[in-house]
Nanobody, 124 residues
Framework: QVQLVESGGGSVQAGGSLRLSCKAS????????MGWFRQAPGKEREGVAS???????NYADSVKGRFTISRDNAKNILYLQMNGLKPEDTAMYYC??????????????????WGQGTQVTVSS
């Protein structure tokens, strides 16, 4: 059974940083694609970033240059380093995984497994 457990959320002021972590069950190398989604109140869930390997990453335009996704297969942990946070980044952030590969042109429609979410709140 696939289990994903997020941590690292919290409240920060605009311009601050947070690092989200996602502990995955099983053999992390078996997950062809892992990533992060977020959902703000009243809005649809959107893809933030995905990663296949260290050189195969994809980001939403709204976070490019500010967020960095990485994975440590030895520790079974997925990370999302978030710098230069803005109030519009406020949302529940979800870790996701799939055994297939990440789509090359889309951040959505690929995830099969989800974590429970961790809240990120950015104040102005």
């Amino acid at each position: 059974q696939v289990q994903l457990v997020e941590s690292g959320g919290g409240s920060v002021q605009a311009g601050g940083s947070l690092r989200l972590s996602c502990k995955a069950s099983g053999y992390m190398w078996s997950y062809g694609c892992m990533g992060w989604f977020r959902q703000a109140p009243g809005k649809e869930r959107e893809g933030v970033a995905s990663i296949r390997t260290v050189d195969r990453t994809n980001y939403a335009d709204s976070v490019k240059g500010r967020f960095t996704i990485s994975r440590d297969n030895a520790k079974n942990i997925l990370y999302l380093q978030m710098n230069g946070l803005k109030p519009e980044d406020t949302a529940m952030y979800y870790c996701a995984a799939a055994f297939g590969f990440c789509p090359t042109t889309s951040l959505t429609g690929w995830a099969n497994y989800w974590g429970q979410g961790t809240q990120v709140t950015v104040s102005s």
